[in-house]
């Protein structure tokens, strides 16, 4: 029989590209896709991938095509604000930068420099970035700028440093076209750099490249691999010292190159012997079974162009700096670096990591990627004509935060980032901002849980479509971001804030630029600074650009140490390492430890990272419909055997807690989980979730090289927690949290919807109907005994003002059928009886969790699809829904459907 099959939202990602698309780069992962942006007139904009762009070629994934529905200005700090009698008030932002300025200089002046720090982000401009470091290393006199790459990226630029002698990523995307192996190390790329595994996915089915994944997690990465690894959390370096001793064995090195062009080797072997000594070993410590590791080292030994990408989970480690260590260690022993298909290569997280990382972002680099360093600090402080150069590191993130609890640091500069949900012990940071003698906040939205925390000035900066500068990606790609929409309100670009305050402060002609473009030229300039070759960051063949080249300047891979250099450039290939012998170093990694144990009291091991069609704390992709079809509410994954030990079933509240803080997540049970773990995602705060910031939990013990917290490893306790009702509310207009003892705030089209759980039954949630929407003609259904009520408030031309639901947790309301129901017109009696009941029909049903974003396919019609048509595969389902078209993104999900298995629930 066939199944009918309800058409998709087709439109959604088919906007047609106008001639007067303005060419820029995706605000989102360090992939850096080119996009064109058509601006509808109406402060939207059609988005679509550049075809042009190297990065991407035209593609995007989920959330870089839903960009277009996350420009909004609803939730947009519009004007400088100003505590003032303890109430946040409108300001001037003469009188705004006035107070920054003034409570600067006078903390430093009572207190010395290092009581004033700058912590800012991976998502500012280049431009940005580099005038918070200038502002502060040169002429505040404090190195105490850090940023939230310290949570991301530090421990691939520390494992940079050990074994190159600098920050430098050797290869280009190019690499993963030509590679014969890949191998992904901690990275769930297909939902955190999903282009650029479409591009890895095309390499394989044009060339066969084999994947090799590891990670303790069977991600929607991992269900494409070849050969999937469930390594032991924190293990990774006793698997590549394995692989290093079974090269050597192997007779699978490059002694060649090892003589040439490294030095360490021999005690690298012996360290790798000591922690690795037999593959029985490995298995035993790291829990992959011996011949799976076993397949993993021959696959290695016997590819000569094998590229090893990582990310966070072997970045947020106690060891991440080793992990690093050990990766590279086996591409400079077999000389696999640099050359095309080849290479170690960190995958880097945010738009801007690596332009963060150029100008010195970082409290332990100066600028240009130079160093502490007499010789550099006095090079930097000529250039500069700085007054107060910082002679040494500052302050990393985790302790800068504990310097703001312990009142050392007295005045604070956030910018582009939400330390009270992002940072370790989140409920402590959360405290410590609040009590600061002064914390001024540039953000583009008013509310945040860092904006709660009591903010003595907000500055509102323009956002994404609104700046202006550049952004470089992971193969060290500069890409311009452009303006195409109009600054709102009082909204000023970072760096005119932070130059105007550098002005503030007497330096006028150190921050005199007058564009994006000075600011460029300047940082581009400090680049070739007495370089002759001897740093690897070098664009001074950019110092030159005027104006309107810089305003065309098409994306550029460094170095560009000459005006016009063009091409792919890797780096090592014939050595030419920055170490003071020009030799790389191998390294020999400890024995890896967990930094924090399980015990009887926290018996399980929470890790954490991301989804798919969310970034970060939402505050720019909690506002697409679109993109939270896709995982609604916050969640654990946890292994069966776990859940049944707890008496937990998938859709219970499950409370985890750790010494530090508790959240509460619905659980769903998967066997990709290890037992003994369980995974959350980071993305949901207090602004947006009842008790859903992981971050609480985290302990955060840091990686001695690199300071970058353990956000991956935490002990935690599980319980499941008893709400007796369970329901949803959809609302016309935005209403104040809580409505519900537990709660997720969700977009929907046409307002708001709420999941929410109680013990309040029926009565009670009829009173709070009433309350809340008192005003409107309202329908009901209450069935006191059934534990149900059901309550309609509509407007006076019949429209669906706000629709509630709440039944016994074991019958609880799903709200697919009614959801899309807050954009329909006015409702007929049928209709009304209908949605009160939860059922729609027709088109205008929703039907189950969305699974393709981009065309706004759900669950339903595609498993209609391949019951109807049995041998249906994703371009069968792709030629009739569309579904996994557009982005790639939800390929996987597809396959994993055809397959039978395990779908979203
Ligand atoms: N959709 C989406 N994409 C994003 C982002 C986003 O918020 N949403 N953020 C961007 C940013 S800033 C970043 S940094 C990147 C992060 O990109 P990824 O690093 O790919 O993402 P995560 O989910 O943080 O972590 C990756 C994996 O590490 C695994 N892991 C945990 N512990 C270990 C371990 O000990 N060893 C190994 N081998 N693996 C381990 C986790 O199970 C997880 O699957 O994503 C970028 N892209
Ligand atoms: N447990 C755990 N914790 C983690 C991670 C993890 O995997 N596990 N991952 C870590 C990583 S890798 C990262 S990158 C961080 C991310 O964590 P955050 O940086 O804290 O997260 P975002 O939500 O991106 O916060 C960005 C803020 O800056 C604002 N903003 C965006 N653009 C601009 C701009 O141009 N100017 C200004 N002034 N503001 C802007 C946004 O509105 C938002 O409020 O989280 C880290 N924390
Ligand atoms: S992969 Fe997606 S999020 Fe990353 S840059 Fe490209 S479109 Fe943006
Ligand atoms: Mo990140």
Redesign the pocket.
């Known amino acids: 029989m066939n199944a009918p099959v309800p058409l998709p939202r087709a439109e959604a990602a088919s906007i047609a590209v106008v001639d007067t698309a303005v060419r820029t780069t995706c605000p989102y992962c360090g992939v850096g896709c080119g996009v064109l942006a058509s601006p509808d007139g109406a402060g939207g904009a059609g988005i679509a991938g550049d075809p042009e762009h190297p990065a991407n070629r035209g593609r995007l994934c989920s959330k870089g095509s839903a960009l277009g529905e996350t420009v909004g200005l609803s939730t947009r700090l519009l004007a400088p604000m100003m505590r003032i009698d303890g109430a946040l008030t409108r300001a001037s932002w003469d009188a705004a930068l006035g107070a920054i300025a003034d409570a600067f200089r006078a903390t430093v002046a009572a207190h010395g420099p290092d009581s004033v720090a700058l912590y800012l982000?991976?998502?500012?401009l280049t431009e940005d970035y580099y005038a918070a470091n200038k502002l502060a290393k040169g002429f505040l006199g404090t190195a105490n700028v850090d940023t939230?790459s310290r949570?991301?990226m530090a421990s691939s630029v520390a494992g940079h440093k050990r074994a190159f002698g600098s920050d430098t990523v050797p290869g280009v995307y190019a690499d993963l076209d030509e590679a014969d192996l890949v191998v992904l190390v901690g990275s769930n790329a297909a939902w955190c750099h999903p282009v650029l595994f479409r591009r890895l996915e095309a390499a394989r089915a044009r060339r066969g490249t084999k994947l090799v994944v590891i990670d303790p997690r069977r991600t929607a990465t991992a269900e494409e691999a070849e050969l999937f690894l469930p390594v032991a959390p924190g293990m990774d370096s006793v698997l590549f010292a394995g692989l290093l001793v079974h090269l050597a064995e192997a007779d699978g090195l490059a002694p060649d190159y090892i003589r040439a062009h490294t030095s360490g080797f021999d005690a690298a072997l012996a360290g790798a012997r000591a922690l690795a000594p037999d593959l029985a070993t490995v298995a035993l410590r790291t829990g992959v079974p011996a011949a799976d590791i076993a397949r993993f080292y021959a696959l290695f030994a016997a590819s000569e162009r094998v590229v090893t990408c990582y990310s966070?989970g072997v970045n947020?480690s106690a060891q991440g700096t080793d992990k690093v260590g050990a990766i590279i260690n086996c591409h400079l022993a077999t000389g696999r670096i640099g050359r095309p298909g080849m290479g170690p290569f960190s995958l880097t997280?945010?738009p801007n990591a690596m332009g963060g990382r150029e100008v010195g972002g970082l409290a332990n680099q100066l600028a240009a990627h130079m160093g502490f360093s007499a010789a550099e600090v006095d090079r930097v402080r000529r250039f500069w004509g700085a007054p107060n150069m910082a002679t040494r590191e500052g302050l990393k993130a985790v302790d800068m935060m504990r310097a703001v609890a312990e009142g050392r640091i007295k005045a604070l500069w956030v910018?582009?980032?939400?330390?009270a949900?992002?940072l370790p012990r989140a409920d402590a940071v959360r405290e410590a901002l609040s009590r600061l003698d002064f914390l001024a906040i540039?953000?583009?939205?008013r509310a945040?849980d860092t904006l709660a925390c009591r903010p003595h000035v907000l500055l509102p900066?323009?956002?994404?479509g609104e700046?202006d500068g550049t952004v470089t990606n992971s193969e060290r790609r500069i890409s311009r971001q452009r303006a195409f929409l109009d600054p709102p309100g009082e909204a000023q670009p970072?760096w005119w804030a932070m130059a105007q305050v550098g002005r503030r402060l007497g330096y006028g002609a150190a921050f005199g630029w007058r564009s994006v473009a000075e600011v460029f030229r300047e940082h581009a300039a400090l680049s070739g600074f007495e370089n002759e070759g001897s740093r690897d960051f070098d664009i001074g063949g950019l110092a030159g650009l005027d104006d309107d080249a810089f305003d065309v300047m098409t994306p550029q891979q460094w170095p560009v140490r000459e005006p016009g250099e063009a091409g792919d450039k890797r780096f090592f290939a014939e050595g030419g390492f920055f170490t003071p012998d020009r030799r790389a170093r191998f390294i020999v990694p400890a024995p890896p430890a967990p930094a924090a144990r399980t015990d009887a009291a926290f018996p399980l091991r929470l890790n954490?990272?991301r989804i798919r069609d969310q970034?970060?704390?939402m505050?720019?992709t909690g506002l697409s419909p679109r993109l939270a079809g896709h995982l609604p509410a916050p969640f654990a994954e946890m292994h069966p055997a776990d859940a049944q030990a707890l008496g937990i079933a998938s859709g219970d509240l499950v409370r985890l807690a750790s010494s530090h803080g508790a959240v509460v997540l619905e659980a769903r049970i998967t066997d990709g989980q290890r037992r003994g773990e369980v995974f959350a995602p980071?993305h949901w705060s207090g602004a947006n979730a009842a008790e859903a910031r992981?971050?609480a939990l985290?302990e955060g013990a840091t990686d001695p090289f690199s300071g970058q917290p353990e956000?991956?490893a935490t002990p935690v306790r599980a319980e499941r927690v008893t709400m007796r009702f369970r329901g949803f509310l959809l609302a016309r207009t935005s209403l104040a949290p809580p409505v519900a003892a537990w709660w997720t705030r969700v977009a929907v089209e046409g307002g708001e919807g709420w999941l929410i759980a109680d013990d309040d039954g029926p009565l009670a949630w009829r009173e709070r109907m009433a309350a809340l929407f008192g005003g409107c003609e309202r329908s009901e259904f209450l069935d006191v005994d059934g534990g149900i009520y059901r309550g309609a408030a509509y407007d006076t031309e019949g429209r669906l003002e706000a629709l509630l639901s709440v039944g016994p947790v074991e019958d609880a309301p799903d709200w697919t059928a009614v959801k899309g129901l807050l954009t329909a017109g006015g409702l007929g009696a049928a209709e009304r009886r209908a949605a009160l009941a939860g059922r729609m029909a027709g088109a205008a049903a929703a039907c189950g969790p969305l699974v393709c974003s981009c065309f706004g396919v759900p669950l339903d019609p595609i498993r209609a699809l391949v019951e109807a048509e049995p041998g249906a595969d994703v371009a069968r389902i792709g030629a009739v829904l569309k579904a996994g078209t557009n982005c790639g993104s939800c390929v996987p999900e597809l396959k994993r459907l055809i397959a039978g298995m395990a779908v979203p629930a």
């Open positions: 982000s991976g998502q500012l939230n949570l991301c966070q947020q997280g945010q910018l582009g980032t939400n330390p949900v992002s540039s953000d583009n939205v945040s900066a323009l956002a994404w700046k970072d954490t990272g970034w970060h704390t505050t720019r980071i992981v971050n985290v956000s991956k």
